[in-house]
């Protein structure tokens, strides 16, 4: 009997089940997603951290003398990136000089941004007689704000012999153009520019008072004359001017009494009005020779 080849037996060969890969996480696909920028930012680090270093070793060597260099240095690598001042605005200026302005900034275009110190340059805008305050600020890449309040002008002060335009707190803000500000008030004497603001606000409720009145004069550093006019002075009591404003109003409206051709009003006394004549003008000889003809 022929025998047939057996046939080889296979040995069956077990299937394991295909393992998908792991699915990346968030943080894992957004590093790579930004793995162009980890030198740039990582060698960023590094610099800020070594300009740390390097600034903290030289203040505790020098802290006065050459913590100026590390900011120096800092400013070179800012100007090195493009932050560099490209644009100064200023804002409120009316009165201030721009020439003292821009000499208290300081900085000029092209200058690097992290060379510039807001904090000084305020400190130097606010020694201008003009502002009253100053914010100053960076506002990178290239841009340097300024907003000054300045001060208002009040009056005009005369003081042995000079002029000077002055804001209500009698602090001096001009002295050459006087003019320039329209019609303000004079104040005259030692001590008027400090206390003048507070008359004047009570002239301000007797309008036809102070429509009369030439200078607000003030006396022995204590009290107050009005020159009006026509040449009258005003004396008011220390310490009494709104009462002494309130008669002398009625006195003008109901006799005119400012209108006539008076010397003094002296009103220093509390119960009493002295009221001083103009001196009768005296005859020329020619006009006694010409009466004398005329009767004759």
Partial sequence: MAREPLAARRTPVRSTPRKEPDRPSRLRLWLKRRRGLMRPAALWLIGCSLLGAGGYAVYA??????????????????????????EVVVEGRQNTPPDLIRAAIGAELG???????????????????WVESAHVERRLPGTILV??????????WQHQGRFAVIDREGLVVETETLDAFGPLPLVVGAGAEKHAAALYDLLLAHRNILARTQALVRVGERR?????????????PEGQEAPALNRLSELQARNALLDRPLL?????????????????????????????????
Wanted: no cysteine.
């Fill in 61 to 86: 060597v020098d802290p006065a003398g050459r913590v100026r260099a590390v900011v120096d240095n800092a400013a070179e690598l800012g100007l090195a990136a493009g932050l560099q001042v490209a």
């Fill in 111 to 129: 200058d690097p941004m992290l060379g510039f110190s807001p904090t000084e340059a305020r400190e130097r805008l606010e020694t201008i007689a």
């Fill in 147 to 156: 907003r000054l309040t300045e001060r208002a002008p009040f009056a005009i």
């Fill in 224 to 236: 107050w004359n009005l020159r009006l006019h026509s040449g009258t002075d005003v004396l008011l």
């Fill in 264 to 296: 003094a009003v002296d009103m220093r006394l509390p119960d009493r009005l002295v009221v001083r004549q103009q001196p009768p003008a005296e005859e020329t000889p020619a006009r006694r020779n010409a009466t004398r003809s005329t009767r004759g």
